[in-house]
């Protein structure tokens, strides 16, 4: 069985700092992808990082980095020097076998 | 590229009527395509799964009848929730996937969403 945790139900930071939004997967699958996802309260899914299962380097997009440690199966996301508008909720995913599977989120709030 | 539109993006209607929400990916052929259902701050929940020409497959505990899905061509997918009722008002969301190649792996496009009110 697949599954993500994210334990983290709801984050702060202040404004210009970094914060990191966990996520713990499980699979027996050796090939999957994971990804992070944005949800404004407008309710689009906005896709921001992705990561092979397979990727030795830990991706990055702009001010997005996934923290990728294999042996302990976690896929945290860095988000650097936030911003107001960073303010959502955020979803770790996970693609396996045709299948996908979402952690609870984590709603982040940027205070300035 | 790889955009996914739902319309309507809201709706309300009265008790018992029949509503049909449409997927659409617009400049891609999706060989998948996904249907979930989102309570306010909660998780995505899926509902079914539809390849193009082949019946959904539904997860358990969702009702087949009231939850019509037809996947009609590469390019659409059809949501009909049949003699709605208040508690199926939610946040519906479709995505889209293309089983082969990609530099994501499986990745999956979702559409806006579509919220819909039954009163």
């Known amino acids: 069985a697949q599954k993500i945790t994210q334990t983290q139900p709801g984050m702060f930071v202040q404004e210009k700092e970094a914060v990191t939004l966990d996520c713990t997967y499980d699979t027996s699958d050796p090939s999957y992808g994971l990804f992070w996802y944005k949800q404004p309260s407008s309710g689009e899914m906005i896709f921001l990082i992705y990561q092979g299962s397979y990727d030795q380097q830990n991706a990055t997009e702009g001010r997005y980095s996934l923290n990728f440690q294999k042996a302990r199966k976690s896929a945290n996301l860095v988000i650097s020097a936030s911003q107001l508008g960073d303010s959502a909720m955020y979803f770790c995913?996970?693609?396996?076998?045709?299948?996908?599977?979402f952690g609870d989120g984590t709603t982040l709030t940027v205070k300035p | 590229g790889a955009v996914v539109s739902q319309h309507p993006s809201w709706v309300i209607c009265k008790s018992g009527t029949s509503v049909k929400i449409e997927c659409r990916s617009l400049?891609?052929?999706?060989?998948?395509m996904f249907w979930y259902r989102q309570f306010p701050k909660q998780s995505l929940m899926l509902m079914a799964t539809s390849n193009e020409g082949s019946k959904a497959t539904y997860e358990q505990g969702v009702e087949k009848d009231k939850f019509l899905i037809n996947h009609a061509s590469l390019t659409l997918s059809t949501l009909t929730v049949t003699s709605a009722h208040p508690e199926d008002s939610s946040f519906y969301i479709c995505s889209a996937s293309v089983d082969a190649g990609g530099p994501r792996y499986n990745e999956q496009f979702f559409g806006p969403g579509t919220r819909l009110t039954v009163l």
């Open positions: 400049d891609f052929q999706a060989t998948t």
């Open positions: 995913a996970m693609r396996a076998a045709g299948k996908s599977t």
